[in-house]
């Protein structure tokens, strides 16, 4: 299969997980309306970051997928499983927004919510280690010692997130600190091009 | 990145932000079918309105890159940034749907509803601004005037619908006929291609 | 714009409605399953007609853009507005499920149905009569005369839909019967090409 | 029609009915949210099952349309109906996940969901059964051979969805096992590319 029909598969799915997020904000009864629409801004926080962490994710594939040039059908397999733990977010967001609006089990919650992170991490290391170790699928320009930092840098992800899990136990909010600054790190403009997610 | 890439993705999110606004009109129940259906008449304006809103923004945001030839990480995050408040316009939709149908509230859910729209018309002149900033990422036919014109007139979203908000709470329908009467503008068939929104 | 632009957002609208439609059939509750999955027939009834006729819209959305060659404002707002009409179709199909089922006003649902369709009918033969009035806009192979008989073809649709929104106060089924009826006829495998809906 | 337009038609199909799977995943209640998105394993299964299932079909649709070079009304109309089932695969999803969840009626939700496996099998079959009596539709490096040794094996799909069908009335587990074991064997990489669904 080309790359560019997988691409636009996994857009697709992208752009559709992206924007069902915003169901999960639901309408406040309209009786003392300012005051409701205040009392959401869990949900306003966790669809924020699910936005922008769904965005990184999708800058990375990009940015991978610009260096790999064939598909074969493992590769497809890995990207078929990190797209159902891409589609999965809207649940620990929606979760996440619960917990911080009520106050119960706010270590749970964001511990589910930066555990899926960390699996798609995970993913996203384990199909560039599988293309790096196929130079026939990589692009000629991507040398060996290329493909060997590029997959360093894929790293900060998963360890990141997996940190961000454990952290949770501690205190849910430096969970969140943590993938918030993750994710500021991996979208801050920069000249190499991409971040790693 | 491509601007091609930028836009397909862009497109997906703007695609089912506008299918997803059907989503919040509510099946009423079948007894008494005919009046429950017209008292439905704020979620068929507000869904008319939004559904205009989101293609005239559609309409302006390809304008816009059909200007643009290259995309920086700077213009990258902020798209991202732009769509993260385009996809969230189903929730102020429903919100004034809502509103408009209880009659309580009115003036606090049109100035949800115009603020998300201020924020998306600053996010397009920054957008604009920074691209003529950096005329290595602009198509060539647009000189510094033509450039500077164009932001000119992309002011008109931001200020008009700032206006909006403010006359909200003045009275509800005049922020409402404001937008109504930007986007009519802004859509209106003419000879130059685009509206600012 | 050129009209592949067009087309792509127009078929993602069209994608995203089609499979919104499954939303709308709710879970029944598991005792006693294979009764309650029976006793929702009228939505799946709904679902197959509207998922046939958004496909039917879909296809010859295309033959008539495969004609057009080039898309002014008016034509981009024509288009617009007949996708607004085409996102709606979810509602109209839940509230005539919700109809069939309880058993509560069926001509009301099965009239605003068929009246949505008229409303799409009639963007159809407006957006065509438009091009076929601005020869700049077509194909170089259409001829004035194809054009008309095109055009012609295209008013089956909303005069057929009319008939069916004034039937259905006579008796819904009778509506039900003949917007299945042209359905049929207009995807009915033939050597011209299109049906007109 | 050219086939590249209804494959990206399909493709947004396939992408949008595979990620809206998460909207049968209901946030549960913060408190005891441990023990809560525990016992939610049904509804997660039932996602996994469901995304591989989809994306194998995908996957599948891709390589029938690599052999496919044209596309006529008839074909066009096959791939209209098995896409309607496709896009209803998110109902049986949840109605499985309910019955794994309350423990009544799993044989009649596990054959409902095979069900529709093998009407989307047949639908296959049948396309691809068209397709090769009309050798002018497809790839010229297709001989009849071949397309009946491709024939053969997309009968795998119907006759084993059909067989799980019939042994979830046995137990539904034993039916669950067979198609994650069928799907495990469509997406097994190997050599020739592709495995019928």
Redesign the interface.
Known sequence: ?ETN?LE??S???????????????K????????NE?LQLWPSYLA??IS??VI?AI??NH?AMFDWIDCV???L??LN??H??FI??L??PT??LA??L?????QS??AA?YSGTLTVIGVFVTVMWSYASKHPELLNKSITPDRAKMIGRRFLIGPFGYALATILAFVDPWISIALFVVLNAYF????NQ?IGPA
Not at 101 to 105: E, V
Not at 187 to 190: S, T
């Open positions: 299969m029909r636009a598969f857009d697709g799915v992208f752009a559709i997980a992206i924007t069902l997020l915003i169901l999960d904000i309408v406040p009864p309209a009786a003392n309306l300012g629409l669809y924020a936005f922008v965005g999708w800058i990009h074969d059908q493992k497809l397999l078929t499983l797209l159902m589609a999965f809207p649940f929606a979760v619960e917990a609006h009520s106050g119960f089990n749970t919650a589910l979208l801050w403009p920069r091009g």
